[in-house]
C-alpha cells in the first residue's frame, strides 16, 4: 500500500529554472494538499484541492501553480524558481473535512542556488 | 485569521510524563490534530479533537477546550523514541485544510 508518494525527492536546482513536483495518492482520497516546511517556520499551506479540477489558494501560494487533472494526482510547479523557495515540500491527501487526518507523503527536498 | 502558539522545545527523561500545550485563535473551530514528526521524516497522524474533553490512545491522550481555545497532548511513559517534534493544527473556518503550529521539538534522554 503505497499512500502518499512524492517524485522527486530531492533536486537541486538553479535560479529560474522551473520544475514540477508530483504528488500521487491511492488512497482514492478527494482533498490533497501542498506544504512547505521552513525552519522556524513549521508547515505553511501553498495550495490545496477538494477534488479533481479544483485548486485554491493557501497562505504562501506566490511563485508556485498548480494542477489536480486526474483525482489521484496533484502537482505542484515553480516556474521561475528563486532561493527562498528552498525548502522542504511536503503534499498530502484526506477523504474529506471533519475527522478524517490528513496522510503525507515522504517530501521533497529543494535547493535553489 | 487564525493562530497557533505552542512551545518550541522541551526535554524530558525515559518514564516521565510530559504534556505538550497548544493554544489557538480561530475564526471559526473546526477540529483540532496533533502530528508527530521525526526527524527527516513525513508527520504521522497522532490525534483528533473536536468536542470538549479528553481523548486517550495508549500512552498518548489529547484534550481540548473550545472555550479557553486551548489543547494538550500528553505523553506517558516516555521512550527514547518519542524524541520528535509535535504539530498542533487547526482546520481553517471553511473545513477544507489545516493550519499548523511550527511544532514542538521533544528530546527525551535516559
Known amino acids: 500500500n503505497a499512500g502518499v508518494t512524492q517524485t522527486p525527492k530531492f533536486r537541486v536546482l538553479k535560479t529560474g529554472q522551473s520544475m514540477t513536483l508530483l504528488c500521487a495518492q491511492d488512497?482514492?482520497?478527494?482533498?490533497m494538499y501542498w506544504y512547505r516546511q521552513d525552519p522556524g517556520m513549521g508547515l505553511r499551506l501553498i495550495h490545496y484541492?477538494?477534488?479533481?479540477?479544483?485548486?485554491a489558494k493557501g497562505e504562501v501560494p506566490d511563485g508556485y501553480n498548480v494542477s489536480r487533472l486526474k483525482k489521484q494526482n496533484f502537482l505542484l510547479g515553480l516556474e521561475s524558481a528563486a532561493p527562498s523557495q528552498t525548502s522542504v515540500y511536503f503534499c498530502?491527501?484526506?477523504?474529506?473535512?471533519?475527522?478524517?487526518?490528513?496522510?503525507f507523503g515522504d517530501g521533497t527536498r529543494l535547493s535553489i542556488l | 485569521g487564525q493562530n497557533i502558539d505552542q512551545p518550541t522545545e522541551m526535554t524530558a527523561t525515559e518514564g516521565a510524563i510530559v504534556q505538550i500545550n497548544c493554544t489557538y485563535q480561530t475564526s471559526g473551530f473546526n477540529g483540532l490534530f496533533w502530528y508527530q514528526q521525526h526527524a527527516g521524516e513525513a508527520p504521522t497522524f497522532l490525534s483528533y479533537n473536536v468536542l470538549d474533553g479528553l481523548e486517550e490512545k495508549g500512552r498518548f491522550s489529547s484534550f481540548l477546550s473550545r472555550s479557553k481555545g486551548y489543547s494538550y497532548l500528553l505523553l506517558k511513559e516516555l521512550q527514547m523514541k518519542d524524541s520528535a517534534s509535535y504539530l498542533c493544527?487547526?482546520?481553517?473556518?471553511?473545513?477544507?485544510?489545516?493550519?499548523f503550529g511550527k511544532g514542538t521539538t521533544l528530546s527525551v534522554s535516559s
Open positions: 493544527a487547526a482546520r481553517n473556518q471553511a473545513g477544507t485544510a489545516l493550519i
Open positions: 498530502a491527501s484526506s477523504y474529506e473535512a471533519g475527522a478524517q487526518p490528513q496522510h
Open positions: 484541492s477538494v477534488g479533481e479540477g479544483t485548486t
Open positions: 488512497m482514492n482520497h478527494e482533498y
